[in-house]
């Protein structure tokens, strides 16, 4: 079971900071496919790559990145701190 | 020796600068980024940074490690606050110390230009009609690109 996170933009438009999901999906590109599927805010965010950032275990990664079972994968929007 | 730290109490830069001083590094540099008033030409109260905990220290830490290798300090000290922070007070401080001052100098812009584009923190403006997330900007991308080459 994944565990996803969602913050910042992404996490008020979506309404949803936290969620466990049982999913087939081998990538992170595969995953975002499933999440735009729900429609609405979700196909808005999840239908385009750019303007998405992923973090699968507290690391940044490409949408070309493997799921494992357990993972913990994170979505948001560009970074803007310091 | 790195010394990484996110915190939502107000960030005391003189004694951050003073602790860093009496290790005596010969060349010390500072940068302090701070809250402007305006915020897209917007007058704003202040911002509220979300973080990613977890992620974020091991981001900074990262950032640090790769800094420490690239060149020879004796210290790099990496602050961020979250939560809300009101307009004049400090939201980050990056410290890199060296024998000499051009390590000191260049390690200093690569931690900032780093922090800007791989730490998990997202800026939203206080405003009296509400406010709103701060946008990316294409610039600091570009300021972390020029590294990658060197």
Redesign the interface.
């Known amino acids: 079971m994944l565990t996803l996170r969602y913050f910042a933009r992404f996490r008020e438009t979506l309404q949803c900071e936290e969620e466990r999901l049982e999913s087939d999906a081998k990538t992170v590109a595969a995953l975002m496919k499933e999440l735009a599927e729900r429609g609405g805010a979700w196909a808005q965010i999840f239908s385009e790559q750019s303007g998405v950032r992923v973090a699968r275990n507290h690391e940044m990664v490409s949408f070309s990145t493997c799921l494992e079972a357990e993972d913990e994968i994170a979505f948001f929007p560009p970074v803007t701190g310091g | 020796m790195r010394h990484i730290r996110v915190q939502m109490t107000p960030l005391d830069v003189r004694a951050e600068l003073e602790r860093a001083q009496t290790r005596g590094p010969g060349a010390l540099v500072s940068f302090v980024?701070q809250v402007r008033e305006l915020e897209a030409g917007e007058p704003i109260l202040g911002l509220h940074?979300?973080?990613?905990p977890?992620?974020t220290e091991?981001?900074l830490e990262a950032i640090a490690d790769e800094a420490l290798k690239r060149w020879p300090l004796t210290e790099v000290v990496l602050i961020?606050r979250y939560g809300d922070i009101p307009v004049g007070e400090a939201?980050?401080l990056v410290l890199s110390a060296s024998s000499h001052r051009r390590a000191a100098f260049e390690a200093c812009e690569f931690l900032?230009d780093y922090?800007?584009?791989?730490?998990?923190?997202?800026?939203?403006t206080l405003s009296a009609t509400g406010g709103h997330?701060?946008?990316?900007k294409a610039s600091d991308d570009a300021a972390r690109q020029r590294w990658e080459s060197t």
């Open positions: 980024g940074l979300e973080h990613y977890g992620m091991r981001a961020h939201i980050v900032m922090l800007k584009t791989e730490a998990p923190f997202w800026k939203k997330w701060v946008e990316a």
